[in-house]
C-alpha cells in the first residue's frame, strides 16, 4: 500500500513511519516545509504521491496553548483539514483519508455518562477541541457530499517515548529526571486531578493502520484502553519506577484555564472493526517515557 502521511515528523507521525514501513508500505511524507494552510502546495504534493491511503496527523496539538491562540488552532486544524480533503479529492483514484481527532471533542462529562462512545455528544471545552469538532465535520461533509472515503478516529491521549514536554506524562517524567540530577527535593505539578485514558503510542498507529484497512468509511471510531487514570497515579507511578522520592508541589501556572475532568473510552467498535487489541501496559510505557528523558540531553 502507497501511503501519504502528513505531520510525519511529529511524535506520532514518527511512530506511524516505522510502523507503516514495517508492515510493507510505501510511505510519503508531507515535507516539513510545507504549510497545511497552503492548498495548492498540499494539493500538489498529494496528488503527486498518489496514495491508496492519506493518514492526516498535521495539526495544532497543545490544548493549553489553543486558549491563547484560538485562530490559528482553528486555521491548522479545521482548514488544514479542508485543504487535505480537497487535496485527495482530486486525485485520479480518490484514496481511503483517516482524520485523526481527538476525545477532548467530548468535553466535560458527568460520571454517569461514561464510558464514552461515538454516539456521545460532542461538547467541545477548549478552543482545540471546537477545531476537531470542525473538522471531523469536514470529513463528514467530503464522504456524504462527494464520495471520499473518509475514516474518522477519537484518539484518547496516547503516550510514548518521544512525545514533547508540554503534555503531561512527558513533562512529569522530564521534571523527575531534571530534578534527579539537580539534586532537588521537590516536583512541580499543575492539576493532578484529571483522569485520562492512555494508550501507547505504538499501539495507537496499529489502530490507525488497521482502520485504513478495515475501517468503514465515514465511520468514526474511538482509539482507547478503556480504563481511567488520575495524573497525581500517574506521577506516583513515575516516581516509583525512577526510585526516586519527591514531595509533589503545585504550580498553578503548569495549569489550564480549564480542564476535562474525565475521559474514559469505550473501543468495541474499533476492536469488533479491526480485531485491534492494546499490548502494552502502561507502566511499560512510563518507563520507556523516563527512559527516553534520561537518554536525552540538553
Known amino acids: 500500500m502507497r501511503a501519504f502521511v502528513t505531520g510525519g515528523q511529529g511524535f506520532v507521525g514518527t511512530w506511524l513511519q516505522d510502523h507503516l514501513r ?5 510511505v510519503d511524507i508531507a515535507d516539513a516545509g510545507l504549510d497545511i494552510g497552503d492548498a495548492d502546495g498540499l494539493r500538489r504534493a498529494v496528488v ?11 495539526a495544532f496539538t497543545h490544548v493549553g496553548q489553543s486558549w491563547d491562540e484560538p485562530e490559528e488552532v482553528f486555521r491548522v486544524n479545521a482548514v488544514g483539514t479542508l485543504n487535505l480533503l480537497e ?24 460520571p454517569e455518562h461514561l464510558p464514552l462512545t461515538e454516539r456521545s455528544p460532542l461538547l467541545p471545552v477548549s478552543p482545540y477541541a471546537a477545531s476537531k469538532v ?35 506524562v512527558s513533562a512529569l517524567a522530564k521534571r523527575i529526571v531534571e530534578a534527579e540530577r539537580a539534586g532537588g527535593k521537590e516536583l512541580r505539578v499543575g492539576n493532578l486531578r484529571p483522569r485520562r485514558d492512555f494508550t501507547d503510542v505504538r499501539d495507537v498507529v496499529r489502530a490507525y493502520r488497521l482502520l485504513i484497512l478495515r475501517g468503514e468509511a465515514g465511520g468514526v471510531y474511538n482509539v ?3 480504563t481511567d487514570v488520575a495524573i497525581e497515579d500517574i506521577a506516583h507511578r513515575l516516581l516509583t519506577i525512577a526510585g526516586s522520592q519527591f514531595e509533589l508541589v503545585s504550580d498553578p501556572g503548569l495549569e489550564r484555564p480549564a480542564d476535562v475532568p474525565v475521559l474514559r473510552g469505550d473501543s468495541t ?6 480485531g ?23
Request: hydrophobic residues 45%; aromatic residues 6%.
Open 22 to 26: 514495517e508492515s510493507g508500505d510505501d
Open 48 to 58: 503527486d504521491a498518489a496514495p491508496d491511503a492519506v493518514y492526516h496527523l498535521a
Open 87 to 110: 487535496a485527495a479529492r482530486r486525485c485520479p483514484s480518490p484514496p481511503r483519508v483517516l482524520l485523526t481527532s481527538s476525545a477532548e471533542v467530548y468535553g466535560a462529562v458527568k
Open 134 to 168: 470542525a473538522a471531523e465535520f469536514l470529513g463528514v461533509q467530503a464522504h456524504l457530499g462527494h464520495g471520499l472515503p473518509v475514516i474518522r478516529a477519537r484518539a484518547f491521549n496516547h503516550v510514548g517515548p518521544g512525545q514533547a514536554p508540554s503534555f503531561a
Open 224 to 226: 482507547c484502553s478503556g
Open 269 to 274: 467498535l474499533l476492536r469488533s472493526a479491526t
Open 276 to 298: 485491534w487489541r492494546p499490548t502494552l501496559a502502561l507502566d511499560v510505557t512510563l518507563r520507556a517515557v523516563l527512559d527516553h528523558w534520561r537518554a536525552a540531553r540538553d
